[in-house]
């Protein structure tokens, strides 16, 4: 069998409601067997991660972020192998750019369909790249009619993302979060932004930024005053700084981690009521990757039919 070859134009065939129930389908198979690896030069690093989900199939994915990188190529680059889940043998290569970011947002939007408050509509973003973008189309797809304040250290960053998609700009972070009933935190911050004596009850916090131990978006009153969740324990408890450092410094316990994706079934994926301030820390593990891969596999070769 000749593997498939996907591209960025498969994007046409894909849906955002839909990637997220393909999320909830997957978390209801026997759990990932997971792997990451990073190696590192100076503010460079190269992540590798695999998954294997039995019924689904297996899948490598390799990550390049080089931040001194020219805007042309990018900050991150790499590619993406799926395997067959019986036989292993190669299904499809695809678009990289295409799997993260569908994988990234779809993370953070099926969390934000099951914590924010349903009539959420003063969506805030921090951060103006690519993430950042993806963010407000995702968001989109669920809460429609919502409003995006963007608010990002670079004014100018910040007003060609508005631009771009029709957002209004904020340069107060406090004054943004005034009104903000849902936080996108898109940065590639090492020390924390997000102050928690700024939220407001009843917001919903997804945090996407942070991928290395020394990486934080938010600080220790925010994950005090917040109800925690995650996409994965595993992959995130001891692996990102958002909860590894304050792990570490008795800020939080593992038990105040309420629930990752593996606990929607049994529904403790939820908000308790409408003033909680919840927080989910999306760190996008490789059974993610898997999950949307397949997504992407299925939805294109249904288009070739």
């Known amino acids: 069998m000749t593997p498939a070859l996907i591209g960025p134009e498969a994007e046409a065939q894909l849906d955002w409601i839909a990637l997220t129930e393909a999320f909830r389908a997957g978390h209801r198979l026997p759990r990932a067997e997971v792997a990451d690896s990073f190696l590192y030069r100076g503010a460079d690093t190269l992540l590798t991660r695999s998954a294997l989900i039995d019924g689904l199939g297996m899948l490598v994915k390799a990550a390049t972020i080089v931040p ?9 680059n790499g590619g993406v192998m799926l395997m067959e889940d019986r036989t292993g043998c190669l299904s499809a290569v695809l678009d990289f750019a295409l799997v993260t970011k569908w994988k990234t947002a779809g993370d953070s939007l099926l969390a934000a369909r099951l914590l ?13 790249g690519k993430v950042a973008a993806s963010m407000i189309e995702a968001y989109r797809a669920a809460f429609p009619g919502a409003r995006f304040t963007i608010w990002n250290r670079s ?14 700009v904020e340069r107060d972070l406090e004054t943004a979060l005034g009104t903000a ?11 924390p932004w997000l102050r928690g004596d700024w939220l407001q009850p009843g917001t919903h916090i997804d945090l996407i930024g942070a991928f290395r131990p020394d990486m934080r978006e938010a600080d220790d009153a925010t994950l005090r005053r917040a109800r925690l969740f995650c996409d994965a324990r595993a992959t995130t408890l001891h692996h990102i700084g958002e909860f590894r450092d304050p792990l570490a410094r008795g800020v ?14 049994a529904g403790r994926f939820v908000r308790d009521s409408a003033e909680d301030i919840t927080l989910c820390k999306n760190g996008g593990g490789a059974h993610l990757d898997l999950m ?3 997504f992407i596999r299925d939805r294109w ?5």
């Open 155 to 168: 004014q100018a960053g910040a007003e060609a993302l508005a631009e771009a998609t029709g957002a209004r």
């Open 292 to 294: 949307t891969a397949c």
């Open 252 to 265: 939080i316990a593992e038990t105040d981690v309420v629930a990752d994706f593996y606990d929607i079934a």
């Open 68 to 76: 001194g990188n020219a805007p042309d190529l990018g900050t991150v």
């Open 301 to 305: 070769q249904a288009r070739q039919a």
């Open 181 to 191: 009933e849902i936080v996108a935190g898109t940065t590639m911050a090492k020390e």
């Open 116 to 128: 924010a408050r349903p009539e959420a509509r003063e969506i805030l973003i921090c951060g103006a």
